[in-house]
């Protein structure tokens, strides 16, 4: 079975600390791929990253940054020192390819950002 | 460049009636997807489209229904609507005829069902 598990329904930090998102995934396939969507208030779902199951190598994009880890079937993404404009809901996602590409999505953790 | 774009960004209906919305993907990109996106869920998907082909279906019923243009643009179709059906509805293209794209989503259309 294709599944992702965002356990972390809601998050709420203070601005400038550092917080983590948890995603965990489930599928038989050797290769896959996975995303983070970030998702505004104003519903659009914004790309965030793309990763592949044979490159485990972490990410870092300015503030944010990813661990992907086979072994425990994980895809975290951390926000360095979080800004109010991080507050939205977001969203990690399995690929499931077979002839079409679906996205399989968790059920999002939102993130709320208090000055 | 313009992004996805979504038409109507909100609607309201009645149970029984039927609904259309529209999609037009990035400028190159062929292939167009649909999602259903409940209240406090993540996106489920609906259907994939590419070269005016259905590509794939998800879990939905024969209620659903959707089809693509030559200019790549797309409709989703719902006929005798139900209260369950109120939802976000995702629209996303992708450049399409490869194996593994990255989709970019629209900012969808707010459906309220009464």
Known sequence: ?115 | DTGVTQSPTHLIKTRGQQVTLRCSPISGHKSVSWYQQVLGQGPQFIFQYYEKEERGRGNFPDRFSARQFPNYSSELNVNALLLGDSALYLCASSLGGGQIETQYFGPGTRLLVL
């Not at chain 1, 996602?93 to 208090?114: D, E, Q």
């Open chain 1, 1 to 115: 079975a294709q599944k992702v598990t965002q356990a972390q329904t809601e998050i709420s930090v203070v601005e400038k600390e550092d917080v983590t998102l948890d995603c965990v995934y489930e599928t038989r396939d050797t290769t896959y791929y996975l995303f983070w969507y970030k998702q505004p208030p104003s519903g659009e779902l914004v790309f965030l990253i793309r990763r592949n199951s044979f490159d485990e190598q972490n990410e870092i994009s300015g503030r944010y940054s990813w661990n992907f880890q086979k072994s425990t079937s994980s895809f975290n993404f951390t926000i360095t020192a979080s800004q109010v404009v991080d507050s939205a809901v977001y969203f990690c996602a399995l690929l499931v390819s077979g002839g079409y590409n679906k996205l399989i999505f968790g059920a999002g953790t939102r993130l709320a950002v208090h000055p």
